[in-house]
């Protein structure tokens, strides 16, 4: 039992990582949107960053539905902990 709960490790870990940068680059990506003349560099970012994500769950598709799934759980934790953080900030 614990020798699959190791090996989904790593596929939890990228989910973070990848989650985290995603959330992390919304707030510059929000700012650019609103910049007069910014909005290629916008939509250039937007689709950074949805590209990005989707290939790492492409890659965690590849490996299996365990692996997706504990990719997408991380993923929502990252955002969650980029978000906290950024509400922390706000106050």
């Known amino acids: 039992m614990s020798a ?28 650019l949107y609103l910049q007069p003349g910014r909005i ?8 950074l960053r949805l590209g990005l994500l989707g290939a790492v769950l492409a890659l965690l598709a590849r490996e299996g539905a365990v692996a997706l799934l504990a990719g997408a759980g991380g993923v929502l934790a990252g955002r969650h902990g980029v978000l906290l953080r950024l509400a922390r900030t706000m106050r």
């Open 40 to 47: 290629p560099a916008a939509v250039a970012m937007q689709v």
């Open 4 to 31: 699959n709960l190791l090996a989904i490790v790593p596929d939890i870990a990228a989910g973070l990582l990848a989650g985290g940068v995603h959330a992390g680059m919304l707030r510059k990506n929000a700012a």
